[in-house]
């Protein structure tokens, strides 16, 4: 799957047919690929800020949101703490993506539980994957310290309201392991 095939699947769940649009979304996500990065899947979703929806999507380094030819809203997986779907009848599947960059809302999500568990296994294995360069070397050292700035992080998002004590929770029991 390439990035045009993912972006125009998404494009199709939203209801979106222009094909400007799609080409701007593409020329968009592929102004910002990250080396190595690689197109995982897509839906479609709404930012609670806006009414019409956007395009979720997922690739192995992150997942971006794409809205109206705007630079995509990126959350790195690595720093995801939990994935979670709920149903409501006035906002559909709602997928909430707590991250330690900040706690995202998409509504009316289609195929939110399938995508939220590609987005999970995603964000396990971009967790887990092997850092590269001379900055890995001191592994065990920096460890601890990353650990305490992403609790840190998550204890701050808790105290701006951004999550509630139950997601804060839950994100600092997936840090811990």
Do not use: C, Y
């Amino acid at each position: 799957m390439d990035w045009t095939d993912l972006i125009d699947t998404a494009f199709e769940a939203s209801g979106n047919s222009s094909k400007a649009n799609q080409a701007e979304a593409v020329r968009a996500v592929e102004a910002t690929v990250i080396d190595g990065e690689k197109p995982v899947a897509s839906t479609a979703g709404r930012h609670p800020d806006h009414f019409r929806k956007g395009v979720l999507v997922l690739t192995t380094h992150r997942l971006l949101f794409l809205k109206d030819g705007k630079p995509p809203v990126p959350v790195p997986l690595a720093a995801v703490t939990d994935v979670t779907v709920t149903r409501t009848k006035l906002n559909g599947e709602v997928l909430l993506v707590v991250a330690l960059t900040g706690s995202h809302r998409f509504e009316d999500v289609v195929k939110a539980e399938f995508f939220a568990e590609q987005l999970r296994a995603s964000a396990r294995a971009a967790r887990n994957a092997p850092k590269a360069g001379p900055a890995a070397a001191p592994v065990e050292a920096s460890t601890g310290e990353q650990l305490i700035g992403q609790l840190e992080r998550l204890a701050a998002l808790r105290a701006s309201g951004a999550l509630t004590e139950d997601e804060f929770t839950r994100a600092k029991q997936r840090l811990i392991g």
